[in-house]
């Protein structure tokens, strides 16, 4: 057997806080346990936001609070190719169309929906799901509303993907504890609507750039937050239409903060670099999100 190849995926847009120092050492633990490999992906395909300051105090961080990972660093950015690659095979399929609708445009129809009584579906993070009234453009509409120059964006129609794949799916989530325990779970793309695949101005997305990269880097475990479990039947999606394989996943609690709400990039009292100029050691870190000393 191979052995598992286990990835931490932080985007360079803020400075690391306390859950991130969770995922990063919980991938380290297990892929120790395992006698697995760990990788570092840069998520970055946010390239107004992502910066060369923060992807360095990461990987300061990260030395610093004893995580190893095998060279080289795969940085999204430098990959675009990639996901454009396998973009264009779901535009060969006709499974994505361009949306057209504005926020500001999607707000009024659903107000006028809810207003004629119909409760308007939100995604598992709370989110109004699109309506998706453009996907019955005619071909000759959708190029002349193109040209125009009007702001779009790629979604994945959900409804014709689903029925592609034709079967239902799930996930294998195994267990911290044990990564042997293996528990299926059933996905609910259907929650997730049409979601975006890619933008204007960045020919990709978050779901199909996490998808591509994990295939591409044979990634057979799979260690991140809970805040991301759902989103995990969009990935079961995309990995059954590009034929590539699902890894097995580990959805981690997450670490609140000290007013019980999730950690944000700003918060100042939860960043590994401040609390380390503080005078915190790896190990209070470690006490600090419930993990064993060293
Ligand atoms: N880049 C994502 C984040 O920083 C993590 C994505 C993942 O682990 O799948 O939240």
């Given at each position: 057997?191979?052995?598992?190849?286990?990835?931490?995926?932080?985007?360079?847009?803020?400075?690391?806080?306390?859950?991130?120092?969770?995922?990063?050492?919980?991938?380290?633990?297990?892929?120790?346990?395992?006698?697995?490999?760990?990788?570092?992906?840069?998520?970055?395909?946010?390239?107004?936001?992502?910066?060369?300051?923060?992807?360095?105090?990461?990987?300061?961080?990260?030395?610093?609070?004893?995580?190893?990972?095998?060279?080289?660093?795969?940085?999204?950015?430098?990959?675009?190719?990639?996901?454009?690659?396998?973009?264009?095979?779901?535009?060969?399929?006709?499974?994505?169309?361009?949306?057209?609708?504005?926020?500001?445009?999607?707000?009024?129809?659903?107000?006028?929906?809810?207003?004629?009584?119909?409760?308007?579906p939100r995604d598992p993070d709370g989110v109004p799901l699109?309506?998706?009234?453009?996907?019955?453009?005619?071909?000759?509409?959708?190029?002349?509303?193109?040209?125009?120059?009007?702001?779009?964006?790629?979604?994945?129609?959900?409804?014709?993907?689903?029925?592609?794949?034709?079967?239902?799916?799930?996930?294998?989530?195994?267990?911290?504890?044990?990564?042997?325990?293996?528990?299926?779970?059933?996905?609910?793309?259907?929650d997730w609507g049409?979601?975006?695949?890619?933008?204007?101005?960045?020919?990709?997305?978050?779901?199909?750039?996490?998808?591509?990269?994990?295939?591409?880097?044979?990634?057979?475990?799979?260690?991140?937050?809970?805040?991301?479990?759902?989103?995990?039947?969009?990935?079961?999606?995309?990995?059954?239409?590009?034929?590539?394989?699902?890894?097995?996943?580990?959805?981690?609690?997450?670490?609140?903060?000290?007013?019980?709400?999730?950690?944000?990039?700003?918060?100042?009292?939860?960043?590994?670099?401040?609390?380390?100029?503080?005078?915190?050691?790896?190990?209070?870190?470690?006490?600090?999100?419930?993990?064993?000393?060293?």
């Amino acid at each position: 057997m191979t052995s598992p190849v286990f990835r931490f995926a932080p985007s360079p847009n803020g400075k690391l806080h306390l859950g991130h120092a969770y995922s990063a050492l919980l991938n380290q633990q297990l892929a120790d346990v395992t006698s697995g490999r760990l990788l570092l992906r840069l998520e970055d395909i946010d390239t107004a936001r992502c910066t060369p300051d923060f992807e360095a105090g990461i990987f300061d961080d990260l030395r610093w609070l004893g995580v190893g990972w095998e060279q080289p660093v795969r940085r999204q950015s430098e990959h675009f190719a990639d996901y454009d690659k396998s973009f264009r095979r779901l535009v060969d399929e006709s499974l994505v169309y361009p949306a057209f609708m504005s926020r500001g445009e999607m707000r009024a129809h659903i107000v006028e929906q809810e207003a004629a009584g119909k409760s308007w579906p939100r995604d598992p993070d709370g989110v109004p799901l699109y309506p998706g009234l453009d996907k019955a453009l005619p071909e000759r509409k959708r190029a002349a509303l193109m040209a125009t120059g009007k702001p779009f964006a790629w979604r994945l129609d959900m409804a014709a993907a689903l029925t592609r794949i034709g079967h239902p799916l799930e996930w294998t989530e195994f267990s911290a504890d044990d990564p042997s325990a293996l528990n299926q779970v059933e996905a609910r793309p259907q929650d997730w609507g049409d979601v975006i695949l890619a933008r204007r101005e960045t020919p990709t997305s978050y779901h199909l750039s996490v998808v591509v990269d994990d295939g591409l880097q044979a990634i057979t475990h799979v260690v991140r937050g809970l805040d991301l479990f759902a989103a995990t039947a969009v990935h079961r999606v995309l990995q059954e239409l590009l034929g590539l394989p699902a890894p097995a996943y580990h959805h981690h609690r997450l670490i609140f903060g000290p007013d019980g709400r999730k950690l944000s990039k700003s918060l100042r009292d939860t960043g590994i670099s401040a609390l380390r100029r503080n005078g915190a050691v790896p190990n209070d870190i470690r006490r600090m999100i419930g993990l064993d000393p060293f």
